[in-house]
């Protein structure tokens, strides 16, 4: 066993790297995600293939290997709508748990999935202490209108050992862009995915029609999985894998934006959250049209 074969063939720099197939993908993953690889192999994985870059196959491979593997939640009622948060705030609040609670508060069960990446960053999981959530120590059983916080630890302990390595190498690796991909959930379920450059749009969407996805896709507020309260971005399902576009960008210059709270730490952003649901501040565009897109993708599996 063992994955210097593979280092050997992604190793070679961008231009003279070869593609992993499906298969020895799954299989290199499966390797890092057991433990049963040295630190040292570990970092010439994640530093190869930052610099090669990973294609669809290779990516929904690793996908393979992770869900064979995770922690799934266990089956709702109705179909759980997942939101990966991950990036966190560092110019804009980060406002993934209020898209979270607007969505339990329609009744869908919802699964929030992260675990902090960046230390200068606010994470949904502060806010979310902010709000008196607390993050879960098992996976809980989801009742309709139920939200949750797991830390990635709870879906796969290697997961969040592989996200770590950014904090000693200063470097994103496949896992940042496999965890806005994986499925956690054994029954029905949408994933809400999210991407920060043009580039992750076109292979997230190549993944998510490789592996026959059920997903919404958008360019998220600073990577995280909510629309942009400013300007309502596009936004995709993928049906089966099939990518239907269900909301066109918007163009032009902003008229007017919305009332943000000036600081972006967990206190204030918590409570600009509990005054948009009391309804003492109004709820952004942007983000009323992607409760409505979930909302009647969810109806409409």
Do not use: W
């Amino acid at each position: 066993m063992g994955i210097s074969q593979y280092i050997r063939e992604i190793g070679r720099g961008k231009d003279g790297a070869r593609a992993l197939t499906r298969e020895q993908a799954a299989d290199l993953f499966g390797q890092v995600l057991d433990g049963s690889v040295s630190d040292l192999e570990i970092g010439g994985f994640c530093l190869a293939m930052r610099i090669k870059g990973e294609t669809p196959e290779e990516m929904a491979g690793f996908l393979d290997a992770t869900h064979a593997r995770l922690n799934r939640l266990p089956a709702t009622e109705r179909p759980a709508v997942v939101l990966p948060s991950y990036n966190g705030a560092r110019k804009l609040p980060v406002l993934t748990p209020l898209l979270a609670l607007l969505l339990a508060r329609h009744g869908l069960p919802v699964l929030v999935h992260g675990t902090p990446t960046e230390t200068r960053r606010v994470c949904s999981s502060e806010v979310f202490e902010a709000l008196g959530i607390r993050p879960e120590t098992a996976l809980p059983q989801l009742a309709p209108g139920q939200l949750a916080y797991a830390p990635t630890e709870l879906l796969h302990p290697g997961l969040k050992r592989l996200l770590d390595v950014r904090r000693a190498v200063g470097l994103r690796n496949s896992a940042h862009s496999l965890v806005k991909l994986m499925n956690p959930c054994a029954g029905p379920s949408l994933i809400v995915g999210s991407y920060t450059h043009p580039e992750y749009a076109l292979s997230m969407t190549a993944t998510f029609e490789l592996v026959g996805a059920h997903a919404l896709l958008l360019r998220g507020t600073e990577g995280e999985p909510v629309a942009d309260a400013r300007r309502t971005p596009q936004m995709d399902v993928f049906r089966d894998g099939r990518r239907i576009c269900v909301q066109e960008a918007q163009g032009g210059s902003l008229a007017n934006l919305p009332e943000l709270p000036k600081a972006i730490d967990a206190a204030s952003t918590a409570t600009y959250i509990q005054a948009v649901l009391e309804g003492s501040l109004p709820l952004p565009a942007p983000i009323a049209l992607q409760v409505e897109h979930i909302l009647h993708e969810v109806s409409a599996s």
